[in-house]
């Protein structure tokens, strides 16, 4: 059935088989792949601004999509995801100088050492409420920034360290315009590989976790393993997202990873929808463009009476962060299933359009 | 080994330690009766600090008089955040809820940085007399009061809830919000109740601390040091949140210690806190004096 329209009117799946397709639809398929093709030629197109802007969303889009995998898809809360990010930054960087390990096994490498510095302090708190977890996060964001700052053979302590440009087999990718490729090649594995997760028993075994911790372990599922998997594997992405910020900037310094950068990430998810997986890009994409449209709008009414009220020129950087307050607050008021719920509810308006009734 | 150092800190860590414990109680509290996580504690000590601070030095009230109006304006603005902002979310996850005081946190910090500026702001002086004899120990004013102004606090918090109708119906809210609304206690105001009785005392706490150390965003830190006293005495034991302030403030002052003499580290003293919270929680999750049922998975 699903072949025939552009967007089916219900659910029509006969077997398990369909019914756990990565793309619902073919339509959905071939538009994921047509929207990939075209912003192939975002480069070319786009001017620097708008290409620097597309490749954090791409990088931070990373980083948020593991933060959701722990608290969208397990149901656990972490406050120190921006410390994970910011070891993933620091571990891909010290890889590629002091071992001269190609730039292009450095970031999953880094992934894969972040998830298990993730893991030690998820590890006391994995086996106990979520609201513990919180905590003990909260301790490891404080911990870790303080590894940074100390650690001079690692981090450089105060002066920041260099990271190598990203290259493949001796091809040196510098510049955004070739960095964007990169980052396009990680988010759309990343998030192929975590809507292909969330298909298996081990995804499923997660929802069931947040979804009622004790029927799930009746149903035979390891809370505590599948509690330390998801934080693990958050901090994975974190590290990979990290690991490509500090390649994208070519230098790490220890400034941006505290617990503002932590709420952020927090504010991406739950703007973009707990538990989805394309929702996750959205909210990226809202917070990365929320300060900057904060800027435009702050030029744009430059000598204007509300700026001479409210000054925004000297006060830009406090009115943001009361911004990303006020946004969460909103959306977890207003709009708790994020962006992606209003998605599917213009996607259900055009459905039935014009019969919607 | 420098005695004079090491008695002047532990003296300096029993000083702070009963501030951590009096924020901590004040936290302790709202967890207690309405089961938030109150990541915005810090904040609330910075609000009434800079709210006395605001009223001292641009309006010139006297102390005795700038003090209760920041506690009058406390009390209300603690019951306004319950009303309108937690109130709607009884009954959502408890990651909203969470996110909601992690947000306010947020906001407030901004605003009180754009309305106060990021710098340190001195308090204008309360006492007279510097320092006082004690025991041949020459000792600031300003810590005797911080010490006896925790002390009442917690005096009277206990008193509050041991003998005070009202302290009774929280306690039976804490124990089973059902039962005690069918005994005909008002659970929403007994909520309201919490969290503007806990922003009052945060303030207080907000106060001595701006009295000895001056005014400024740094204050909020209090805020995160709620967590290891929190956990180390039991998320719901106001007594425990009360010791476990104590010890964590000596604690840190003894990593201090042990940092400046022996180790070099530097900063250790921050930092000893938190290492202390996840050891806490690998080896006694539910603190000193918590209910041991809080569920293990």
């Known amino acids: 059935m699903a072949g025939q329209t552009l967007i089916p009117a219900g659910d029509f799946r006969t077997s398990y088989a369909a019914d756990t397709t990565v793309f619902p639809t073919k339509t959905s398929r071939n538009a994921m792949i047509a929207g990939i093709a075209l912003i192939c030629f975002a480069p070319h197109v786009l001017n620097e601004y708008s290409l ?32 994970f990010f910011g070891f993933g930054a620091f571990t891909s960087a010290y890889l590629s100088n002091r071992f001269a390990i190609p730039v292009f096994f450095c970031v999953p490498l880094a992934g894969v050492v972040t998830a298990a510095v993730g893991l030690i302090f998820g590890l006391p708190a994995a086996r106990l409420k979520g609201l513990y977890l919180a905590i003990a996060t909260l301790a490891a964001q404080y911990i870790l920034l303080d590894f940074f700052a100390r650690a001079e053979w690692f981090t450089g302590g105060s002066v920041p360290a260099s990271a190598e440009p990203f290259s493949i087999f001796g091809y040196s990718l510098r510049g955004d315009k070739k960095y964007f490729y990169v980052v396009l090649a990680y988010v759309v594995v990343c998030y192929l590989l975590v809507t292909n997760l969330m298909r298996s028993r081990d995804g499923r075994a997660l929802v069931a976790v947040r979804d009622h911790y004790l029927s799930a372990e009746i149903m035979g599922i390891n809370l505590t393993k599948y509690r330390t998997l998801s934080f693990g594997l958050a901090a994975f ?4 997202g990290g690991a490509l910020y500090a390649h994208y900037n070519q230098v790490v310094s220890n400034e941006g990873f505290g617990i503002e950068r932590s709420i952020i990430f927090l504010a991406m ?53 009361m911004a990303i307050g006020v946004i969460i607050i909103v959306f977890l008021v207003f ?3 994020g962006l992606a719920h209003r998605w599917r509810q213009i996607k259900t308006y055009w459905k039935l359009y014009p019969f919607s009734h | 080994m420098n005695t004079q150092l090491l008695v002047q800190l532990l003296i300096n860590g029993l000083v702070v330690g009963t501030l951590y414990g009096v924020v901590a109680m004040s936290f302790v509290l709202i967890y207690k009766a309405s089961q938030v996580v109150n990541f915005a504690q810090g904040e609330l000590l910075l609000i009434g600090a800079w709210v006395c601070w605001w009223l001292l030095t641009k309006y010139q009230v006297p102390f005795y008089l700038g003090m209760p109006i920041t506690l009058v304006f406390m009390f209300v603005f603690g019951i306004a955040i319950q009303v309108v902002i937690l109130r709607p979310m009884i009954g959502e996850p408890i990651i909203s809820v969470i996110m909601v005081t992690i947000a306010l946190s947020t906001v407030f910090s901004a605003m009180m940085k754009w309305m106060f500026g990021v710098n340190l702001q001195p308090f204008p002086r309360v006492f007279n007399t510097q320092n006082v004899n004690v025991l041949g120990l020459q000792v600031q004013t300003v810590y005797l009061m911080s010490l006896a102004v925790s002390l009442a606090m917690i005096v009277g918090m206990a008193w509050f809830f041991r003998l005070s109708k009202y302290g009774l119906a929280m306690r039976a809210t804490a124990f089973n919000q059902q039962v005690a609304q069918s005994l005909g206690i008002s659970v929403k105001s007994v909520f309201a109740m919490a969290w503007a009785i806990s922003a009052t005392v945060s303030a207080v706490a907000g106060v001595v601390v701006a009295v000895v150390n001056g005014v400024s965003a740094g204050l909020s830190a209090y805020g995160v040091k709620v967590f290891p006293a929190a956990i180390l005495g039991g998320l719901d034991s106001v007594g425990g949140a009360v010791l476990g302030g104590i010890i964590i403030g000596l604690l840190e002052n003894v990593a201090h210690f042990v940092d400046s003499e022996y180790l070099h580290w530097g900063n250790l003293y921050e930092i000893a806190p938190f290492y202390a919270l996840i050891i806490i929680l690998m080896i006694k999750p539910y603190g000193l004096f918590g209910t041991k049922d809080i569920e293990r998975v």
């Open chain 1, 335 to 337: 709009e708790p299933d």
């Open chain 1, 52 to 83: 620097s802007l597309l490749i954090q969303i791409g990088i931070f889009g990373i980083a948020a999509l593991g933060l959701n995998i722990v608290v969208g898809f397990t149901g656990q809360i972490s406050i120190g995801h921006a410390a």
């Open chain 1, 237 to 240: 992405f974190a590290g990979v």
């Open chain 1, 269 to 321: 998810i739950i703007i973009g929808g707990l538990g989805s997986i394309m929702g996750t890009l959205m909210g990226t994409a809202f917070m990365v463009l929320l300060p900057e449209s904060m800027e435009w709008l702050s030029v744009a009414l430059r000598d204007s009476p509300i700026d001479r009220f409210l000054g925004l020129k000297n006060n830009i950087a406090f009115l943001r962060e």
